[in-house]
């Protein structure tokens, strides 16, 4: 069965609606100054250098959070394929 192109541009449009957002608020974050613009203005990467490096609270969370989705996908398949 083939798809109708309404389709393909529907699931198009789909995908952009929701990777917008993750765009936008990655490219505000570029900002040199303390306030989140867009577009925005004098670009760095101060502010992950900030969140992954200098401050251990964050890299201890984004380590955990790494850890548990791992393991929860981990489960989810072992899980899943005996179902299957």
Known sequence: MRLHWSAHLFMALSGLML??????????????GRSMLFP??????????????????????LANSTVIAVLSA????????PLA
């Open 74 to 81: 981990v489960l989810a398949v072992l899980c899943a394929w």
């Open 19 to 32: 990777a917008l957002p993750i765009f936008v608020v990655s490219a505000a974050a570029l900002n040199g």
């Open 40 to 61: 925005p203005e004098d670009p760095t990467l101060a502010r992950f250098g900030e969140f992954f490096v200098s401050q251990p609270v964050w890299v201890n969370a």
